[in-house]
């Protein structure tokens, strides 16, 4: 049933040979990996205006010059990452870039926030679309938490049926939200171009405000700022795309920041020049849409594709996160199972744990992407300003065409990224202050599986001078509950592989006769062998097991004898069946496995019924 249910949900599974069917074309790597950016003008000028009309409603027109600069910003990561693109080919984004020039420590810093980061994404996207479907539907409100972990698991399923099904699921949202957004903007300024939308701001560009301070200025402009989340993505999934990679990838990024650069500044103005403030029940963006569109089809159009796009837009989160995990797993920094492709020739042991993670970030912000969002923009500004400065690095080391140009330009994006992580930590302290234990935590981890991996290398590898051991011979116990076909067949095959064979019982006070008739039989059916009858009054199994075999493990290497356990069990003819036999040669093994000097087998017996 599980098979059945895999194959329904994932599909069948691809041969390796097919990996170059799944990379992607410039039009699906758009959908598939810029909709997190894109996604951001969902929410991005609502948390400028937030923090500004704490103050007055007259202060947000101080979000025109922060939507400035966080433009500013945008053009200057997007050259950066266009860089990176072209010289880190492989992926990985910040973490390969800070690696190979500031060192492993900084890269881990880069890689573990984005690790976090992606798990954000995530939450932080799959709550806005939550968020934008209430704001439609308000009867849904009370079941929030709820959607969004339905949204969740179906975004988890697309990934596991490989990039190229998800990547044709995702083409429909994402250019119906470029399409819907990019009609909204033109019908907006051809409406104020004819005067049939009035200029409502509550107050004039260049007003002065009672109250307004530079700190309340830069706190605003800081939340902005979480609208360049999404712009790495590209970057660390160069492998995913056909060839010439680099420049379908750099010109992909290049496509998805002109577009970003439009939404966001358009947004902005309108938002400014209608005089619409945030509110608990309704987003900005809809409260735009009603103004230019009314409350029509379009309107509803606008909220359908701004809900689609803001949920699938954690599918950039599902395409970089196992890339990244990938990467951290060949360095020895994460277990090796995130190396492993599933069946659909995607990650998909990264795919389940971002899943995870995500919901488990819903439960504990209860699902308010407000709360979310300073803590996403620190784990996306410091891998920024660590792959920015480690460029210049980069950048000084190998010179090259327009070496000193290239530099300025990751000084600038350096400059401002490390600001933001500053003004972040001082003006946010309170939704950001988990990161200080969080990256702690993740680099100790990190540390502790790659000191893992070295050892289990250094002492698995063989040296010149290793020498074969030779025994001289070999004792074999095998388990046996009862005399059965099982126990015969176990008997048979230890005596084929040892030089000494003992048969081994556990013995219980319940039934002493049904046990002495055990022992009897056995005797009868194999005098030649060994027969010892351990009693247990704790009805334990396990701990006599183990001590016979400690005892016999002991003399046998005295002998220079291997010393071999048998465990004999019996195998049901269907896999559900098992669930109706006691798990005791489970246990007995994982008890066994503990030793050095024990080598343990199993003899299974196949039933034909």
């Given at each position: 049933?599980?098979?059945?249910?895999?194959?329904?949900?994932?599909?069948?599974?691809?041969?390796?040979?097919?990996?170059?069917?799944?990379?992607?074309?410039?039009?699906?790597?758009?959908?598939?990996?810029?909709?997190?950016?894109?996604?951001?003008?969902?929410?991005?000028?609502?948390?400028?205006?937030?923090?500004?009309?704490?103050?007055?409603?007259?202060?947000?027109?101080?979000?025109?010059?922060?939507?400035?600069?966080?433009?500013?910003?945008?053009?200057?990561?997007?050259?950066?990452?266009?860089?990176?693109?072209?010289?880190?080919?492989?992926?990985?984004?910040?973490?390969?870039?800070?690696?190979?020039?500031?060192?492993?420590?900084?890269?881990?810093?880069?890689?573990?926030?984005?690790?976090?980061?992606?798990?954000?994404?995530?939450?932080?996207?799959?709550?806005?679309?939550?968020?934008?479907?209430?704001?439609?539907?308000?009867?849904?409100?009370?079941?929030?938490?709820?959607?969004?972990?339905?949204?969740?698991?179906?975004?988890?399923?697309?990934?596991?049926?490989?990039?190229?099904?998800?990547?044709?699921?995702?083409?429909?949202?994402?250019?119906?939200?470029?399409?819907?957004?990019?009609?909204?903007?033109?019908?907006?300024?051809?409406?104020?171009?004819?005067?049939?939308?009035?200029?409502n701001a509550a107050s004039p560009i260049g007003g002065v405000v009672p109250g307004m301070s530079i700190?309340?200025?830069?706190?605003?402009?800081?939340?902005?700022?979480?609208?360049?989340?999404?712009?790495?993505?590209?970057?660390?999934?160069?492998?995913?795309?056909?060839?010439?990679?680099?420049?379908?990838?750099?010109?992909?990024?290049?496509?998805?920041?002109?577009?970003?650069?439009?939404?966001?500044?358009?947004?902005?103005?309108?938002?400014?020049?209608?005089?619409?403030?945030?509110?608990?029940?309704?987003?900005?963006?809809?409260?735009?849409?009603?103004?230019?569109?009314?409350?029509?089809?379009?309107?509803?159009?606008?909220?359908?594709?701004?809900?689609?796009?803001?949920?699938?837009?954690?599918?950039?989160?599902?395409?970089?996160?196992?890339?990244?995990?990938?990467?951290?797993?060949?360095?020895?920094?994460?277990?090796?199972?995130?190396?492993?492709?599933?069946?659909?020739?995607?990650?998909?042991?990264?795919?389940?744990?971002?899943?995870?993670?995500?919901i488990v970030l819903i439960f504990i912000f209860d699902g308010q992407t407000n709360l979310l969002i300073?803590?996403?923009?620190?784990?996306?500004?410091?891998?920024?300003?660590?792959?920015?400065?480690?460029?210049?690095?980069?950048?000084?080391?190998?010179?090259?065409?327009?070496?000193?140009?290239?530099?300025?330009?990751?000084?600038?994006?350096?400059?401002?990224?490390?600001?933001?992580?500053?003004?972040?930590?001082?003006?946010?302290?309170?939704?950001?202050?988990?990161?200080?234990?969080?990256?702690?935590?993740?680099?100790?981890?990190?540390?502790?599986?790659?000191?893992?991996?070295?050892?289990?290398?250094?002492q698995l590898r063989l040296s010149e001078e290793a020498a074969l051991h030779d025994y001289n011979g070999?004792?074999?116990?095998?388990?046996?509950?009862?005399?059965?076909?099982?126990?015969?067949?176990?008997?048979?095959?230890?005596?084929?592989?040892?030089?000494?064979?003992?048969?081994?019982?556990?013995?219980?006070?319940?039934?002493?006769?049904?046990?002495?008739?055990?022992?009897?039989?056995?005797?009868?059916?194999?005098?030649?062998?060994?027969?010892?009858?351990?009693?247990?009054?704790?009805?334990?199994?396990?701990?006599?097991?183990?001590?016979?075999?400690?005892?016999?493990?002991?003399?046998?290497?005295?002998?220079?004898?291997?010393?071999?356990?048998?465990?004999?069990?019996?195998?049901?003819?269907?896999?559900?069946?098992?669930?109706?036999?006691?798990?005791?040669?489970?246990?007995?093994?994982?008890?066994?496995?503990?030793?050095?000097?024990?080598?343990?087998?199993?003899?299974?017996?196949?039933?034909?019924?």
């Open positions: 049933m599980w098979r059945y249910l895999k194959r329904l949900l994932i599909g069948k599974p691809l041969k390796t040979s097919d990996e170059g069917n799944q990379q992607l074309t410039k039009f699906k790597a758009l959908a598939l990996l810029s909709s997190d950016a894109l996604s951001s003008v969902a929410y991005g000028t609502e948390q400028i205006t937030a923090v500004l009309v704490v103050l007055s409603a007259a202060a947000t027109w101080y979000a025109l010059p922060a939507a400035g600069i966080v433009l500013v910003l945008l053009f200057a990561i997007t050259l950066s990452y266009r860089q990176i693109i072209h010289a880190y080919p492989s992926g990985g984004g910040a973490y390969v870039v800070a690696t190979k020039n500031w060192g492993t420590p900084v890269g881990l810093v880069a890689g573990g926030s984005l690790l976090v980061d992606y798990m954000l994404t995530v939450a932080v996207s799959v709550t806005s679309g939550t968020e934008a479907i209430t704001s439609a539907i308000p009867y849904l409100r009370a079941h929030s938490i709820g959607i969004s972990i339905v949204i969740v698991l179906f975004i988890m399923t697309l990934n596991l049926r490989g990039m190229r099904e998800s990547a044709s699921f995702l083409t429909f949202p994402v250019y119906l939200f470029i399409t819907i957004l990019i009609s909204m903007l033109i019908w907006g300024l051809f409406n104020i171009a004819t005067n049939k939308i009035q200029y700190i309340l200025f830069l706190k605003a402009f800081s939340a902005g700022s979480s609208s360049l989340t999404g712009v790495e993505a590209i970057s660390n999934a160069v492998p995913n795309f056909k060839k010439p990679k680099r420049k379908n990838a750099a010109n992909t990024l290049a496509l998805m920041a002109l577009i970003l650069g439009v939404f966001f500044s358009g947004v902005t103005f309108l938002s400014y020049y209608l005089g619409v403030l945030p509110n608990s029940k309704e987003t900005v963006l809809s409260q735009i849409g009603m103004a230019v569109f009314g409350k029509g089809i379009f309107y509803y159009l606008l909220q359908f594709s701004t809900a689609m796009i803001l949920a699938v837009a954690a599918n950039t989160g599902f395409s970089a996160f196992p890339i990244l995990a990938y990467n951290l797993a060949k360095d020895k920094f994460m277990p090796h199972m995130y190396m492993d492709k599933g069946d659909r020739l995607a990650y998909s042991n990264g795919i389940i744990s971002l899943a995870i993670g995500a300073p803590l996403y923009a620190v784990g996306v500004f410091v891998p920024f300003t660590l792959s920015q400065s480690g460029m210049i690095i980069h950048w000084i080391r190998e010179r090259g065409k327009n070496w000193i140009l290239n530099s300025l330009v990751n000084l600038l994006g350096t400059t401002i990224s490390f600001l933001l992580v500053v003004f972040l930590f001082l003006l946010h302290f309170q939704n950001v202050w988990p990161y200080l234990i969080i990256m702690p935590v993740l680099l100790f981890a990190f540390r502790k599986i790659h000191a893992h991996y070295i050892m289990v290398a250094s070999s004792t074999v116990i095998v388990l046996v509950s009862s005399v059965t076909h099982v126990t015969t067949g176990a008997i048979n095959y230890a005596r084929s592989i040892g030089d000494y064979v003992i048969a081994m019982h556990v013995s219980f006070d319940e039934n002493p006769k049904k046990e002495h008739e055990t022992a009897k039989e056995f005797k009868e059916s194999f005098p030649d062998v060994r027969f010892v009858d351990l009693h247990s009054s704790y009805r334990s199994v396990a701990a006599p097991v183990l001590r016979f075999c400690d005892v016999i493990a002991k003399n046998s290497s005295e002998k220079n004898f291997s010393m071999t356990v048998l465990v004999p069990q019996f195998v049901p003819r269907k896999p559900w069946q098992n669930i109706l036999h006691n798990q005791t040669s489970l246990r007995l093994r994982a008890v066994l496995n503990s030793r050095e000097n024990i080598i343990v087998a199993t003899y299974s017996y196949h039933l034909k019924k």
